[in-house]
């Protein structure tokens, strides 16, 4: 798999990660989908991607280890963590972006995190 248009999404909530996983195939990226701590981790393991994107199903416990993990995998690899109102993450992620926001303005977003990736 080849990380130029690769991306990692990290949800509990299938139907929402199944949306999503929609948008970015749209937008051109591939996309891995991971539902457990376990898969994500074997995924970063194993491939190379631009961005890893965690949902703000993933309980916070799960997001705290989860980020330090991936961190330690591949440092450089930027972490969007979409929240809501009331869920926000004390994970050490790259950005943020209410889960509310419109498509635009995940792939804006997605874009702006991985700049210094892909150039």
Do not use: W
Not at 22 to 46: C, K, M, N, P, W
Not at 72 to 82: A, D, F, G, V
């Amino acid at each position: 798999m080849t990380a130029t248009k690769s991306i990692l999404t990290i949800s509990r909530d299938r139907a929402l990660q199944h949306t999503r996983t929609l948008i970015l195939q749209h937008a051109g990226y591939q996309v891995s989908a991971a539902h457990t701590d376990d898969e994500a981790i074997r995924f970063v393991e194993a491939n190379s991607y631009v961005l890893v994107l965690l949902c703000h199903s993933v309980p916070e416990s799960s997001r705290l280890t989860l980020v330090k993990k991936l961190k330690e995998l591949q440092p450089k690899l930027p972490i969007l963590m979409l929240y809501n109102s009331y869920d926000p993450t004390e994970a050490l992620v790259d950005g943020s972006l209410h889960s509310l926001e419109s498509p635009i303005a995940l792939l804006n977003m997605i874009g702006f995190l991985t700049m210094s990736a892909s150039g």
